[in-house]
């Protein structure tokens, strides 16, 4: 199954992934090898943590190399903007309630992140407004209950 992915998502996994191969499993390998050299491995908690944080470091690039394998990148910059929301689109919303506005980029699970107001496909927020268009007013399950709000503008980024 294809896992959506923004080019900028693809990027900071690819970074991540160099960084593991690159600098943090050499430094794990020595860390291994150093504790070696203490001697007793039954109790050397060195060689125990670095054994450790050699099996956490391999999980997470097999993990990384499995979504790239399987990423879709979608690049919505260079896709004409019809006024419609999709994924990697960044959409204002006005709350009619409030009046407060907010802009949220529907990106990846995995590029996910509230407090960069990247929200993640699969969230009610993201669900409630994938398929709209801009100047729709859409009501959205939140967790205080159903909103009404107002699509104000829909970008391609």
Known sequence: MKIPMTVQGAEMLRAELNELK???RPQIIQAIADA???????????????REAQSFCEGRIQDIEGK???????????MPNN??????????????DTEEEVSYRIVGDDEA???KNLISVNSPIARGLIGKEQDDVVTINTPKGMVEFEITAVQYL
């Open 113 to 115: 992140d509230i407090k």
């Open 83 to 96: 006024g419609k929301v999709i994924f990697g689109a960044t959409v204002t919303i006005l709350n009619l």
């Open 68 to 78: 790239l394998g399987n990423a879709q990148i979608i690049d919505v910059s260079s």
């Open 22 to 24: 690159s600098v943090k």
């Open 36 to 50: 070696r050299e203490h001697g007793d491995l039954k109790e050397n908690a060195e060689y125990h943590a670095a």
